[in-house]
């Protein structure tokens, strides 16, 4: 026969499934601002989109390049298409989303879709809650913004992460 407490504690278990993110998924909502990305509170982590070769020569990537530099540390960690290499600076992360292999390749989808796991499962790990990026993909990469935020929403739904999109 059970006691009273172990009665108590089971229905405080199945109350805590029944409110189980899978049933009830937490929607990410998206903020934007009209603005400079580099604007954004020292504390937001940030992400952008690069090539394997880690070249920054046009778009925004140059202005990553500029303020964070350290290109021989994101080259030595051989990152794929597909995948994040990761700087951390101060309190803050900044991803670098690997999303084609050339700077003269484009980007699919599919790839995007790939760094934004990597870099939800790092957020995740290391506790981020503030990131920032630009409308990623979508200047001199051509992707479309409707399907981009979209794709955002979707693999960020369920965490704790807060995402700003600044554009100009
Ligand atoms: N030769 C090269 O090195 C080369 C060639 C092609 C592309 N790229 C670069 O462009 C690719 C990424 O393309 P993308 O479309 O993701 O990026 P992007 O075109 O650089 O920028 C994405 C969006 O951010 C906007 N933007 C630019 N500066 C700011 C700012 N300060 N604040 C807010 N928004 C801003 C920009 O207008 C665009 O809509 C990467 O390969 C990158 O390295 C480099």
């Known amino acids: 026969m059970r006691n009273g407490q172990q009665c108590i504690l089971e229905i405080i278990a199945e109350d805590n499934m029944a409110s189980s993110p899978a ?21 937001d982590s940030l992400a952008h989109c690069i090539s394997e070769d880690c070249r920054m020569g046009a778009g925004i990537a140059v202005l990553f390049k500029k303020k964070f530099n350290r290109v021989q540390e994101l080259r030595e960690q051989q990152k794929k298409t597909g995948e994040v290499a990761i700087l951390r600076t101060g309190e803050r992360f900044v991803y670098y989303l690997i999303t084609k292999r050339k700077v003269s390749d484009k980007p699919t989808y599919g790839n995007l879709r790939k760094c934004l796991e990597a870099m939800r499962e790092h957020c995740i790990r290391n506790r981020v809650t503030d990131l920032s990026m630009p409308r990623i993909g979508c200047g001199l990469d051509h992707l479309q913004w409707e399907k981009v935020s979209v794709m955002l929403e979707d693999v960020f739904m369920n965490t704790q992460v807060r995402i700003t999109v600044y554009s100009l």
């Open 23 to 43: 049933e009830h998924p937490v929607a990410c909502q998206i903020r934007y601002i009209k603005g400079d990305l580099f604007s954004c509170p020292e504390t």
